[in-house]
């Protein structure tokens, strides 16, 4: 007798057959999370600058300023995504991303301030990574609203970045010559200082010139611009009109012209509170400075530079230097080498080496010196300021 086969199997319900299909997925996404959790994360080794013949590329360093090229060297930064300095996101081209290196500018914008992290922070698909690095923030000047310094004037005030953590700041005897050494130097008192401003007092100094040194904890910038020490300069004008001692006596300049008077006047000044005036006529071609017929003034080629401020008019302008010893035409003449551009409406800076000029010689004894323009085509007023004869 043949065996019968039972097709009657029993089915599986269907509740079972959705716990396991659950519990195949639930299976499927831990074994998923697990490789994701697998994948390695970037570690920073190193970061060095990169030159175009890679002189960098075996050592590193721990810092850098603004706008260097860096590569920063490790493991497993394929894939980045973003990258920080202090918290500040660098842009980079991910064409120069591989799995071990990644090419990128440190940003100017990077901020440097006491409260920054001083790290950098590295975000990939895979993970992320931090790295200890300080982005070198030495002092940077903007601008500065005073150049002659002296007894009764204020202190001196720059305006820039990185000031906060200022150490000292130097005042050093300006050179003429690049290769000059420097004769002299004098420690500044710092009046007071933020991120963003200095204020600065030049002690008492026989210094006629001076350039700065200013120091911070991440290194010293020097700013070549010239500061004027008044205190031993001649004063041609600064508050009043100059005194004048001579073999001849004992005097003072006073204002000269060939038209309109030239004036003392507190309406506009470049250092202290007044300044000289004279108004132009148009196509007046006249002639306005300083004279003294009695005594004369005798040169001394110990003061190697003329120095005053224009502050222009409603237009731009030339003017030409001359005095009574200008051998070019004397006093009132159009000399080449002593022409000037005035810009309009600003207060304009000039120091102006002697002996590139036909203004003054060394045995020169004059009784008048000043400016001249062609025209002007249009009348206007302009002002001067702080002339002096500097060492």
């Known amino acids: ?34 490789k994701k959790d697998a994948e390695p994360v970037p570690v920073i080794e190193r970061v060095y600058v990169l030159d175009t013949v890679a ?42 991303n591989t799995e071990t290196d990644l090419i990128i500018r440190l940003p100017l914008e990077t901020p440097t301030d006491l409260t920054v992290s001083n790290k950098i922070r590295l975000v990939t698909s895979h993970g992320e990574t931090s790295y200890d690095f300080k982005v070198i923030a030495k002092p940077t000047i903007y601008s500065y ?73 991440s290194g010293t910038t020097r700013l070549a611009d010239q500061f004027v020490n008044a205190d031993v300069a001649i004063l041609l004008f600064t508050e009043d009109f100059g005194n004048i001692s001579s073999p001849d006596g004992t005097g003072k300049w006073e204002g000269g012209t060939w038209a309109n008077p030239v004036t003392i006047n507190s309406d506009q000044a470049f250092g202290g509170k007044k300044s000289i005036s004279i108004a132009l006529n148009a196509g007046g071609w006249s002639w306005f400075g300083l004279q ?39 006093n009132g003449s159009f000399p080449d080498k002593n022409k000037i551009d005035v810009k309009a409406n600003v207060w304009n800076y ?4 002697i002996s590139d000029m036909d203004f003054l010689y060394s045995d020169s004894i004059i009784q008048q010196f000043g400016f001249r323009p062609k025209g002007p085509d249009k009348a206007d007023l302009i002002y001067l300021d702080d002339l002096m004869l500097v060492k």
């Open 145 to 217: 609203d005073i150049i002659n310094f002296g007894t009764g004037r204020d202190e001196i005030t720059f305006k820039g970045k990185n000031f906060e953590d200022i150490i000292s700041v130097k005042a050093m005897a300006a050179r003429d010559k690049p290769t000059d050494p420097i004769k002299d130097s004098v420690m500044c008192i710092v009046v007071s200082k933020t991120v963003d401003k200095l204020v600065v007092r030049v002690p008492s100094t026989t210094m006629s010139r001076v350039t700065f040194n200013f120091t911070n904890s």
């Open 292 to 330: 003294s017929w009695w005594p004369r003034y005798y040169y001394s080629t110990d003061y190697k530079y003329f120095t005053f401020a224009i502050k222009g008019g409603a237009n731009d302008m030339s003017l030409w230097i001359s005095s009574s010893a200008t051998k070019n035409g004397g």
């Open 350 to 353: 000039y120091i102006l080496p």
């Open 55 to 96: 002189r960098h590329k075996d050592s590193s360093v721990v810092g850098a300023e603004p706008l260097t090229l860096l590569v920063i060297h490790g493991q497993n930064l394929g894939g980045t995504k973003n990258v920080y300095f202090n918290g500040y996101e660098a842009s980079f081209n991910a064409n120069y």
């Open 1 to 34: 007798m043949k065996n019968r086969i039972n097709h009657n199997t029993k089915k599986i319900p269907l509740t079972l057959t959705l716990f396991i299909m659950g519990g195949l997925l639930i299976m499927s996404a831990l074994s998923s999370c697990n």
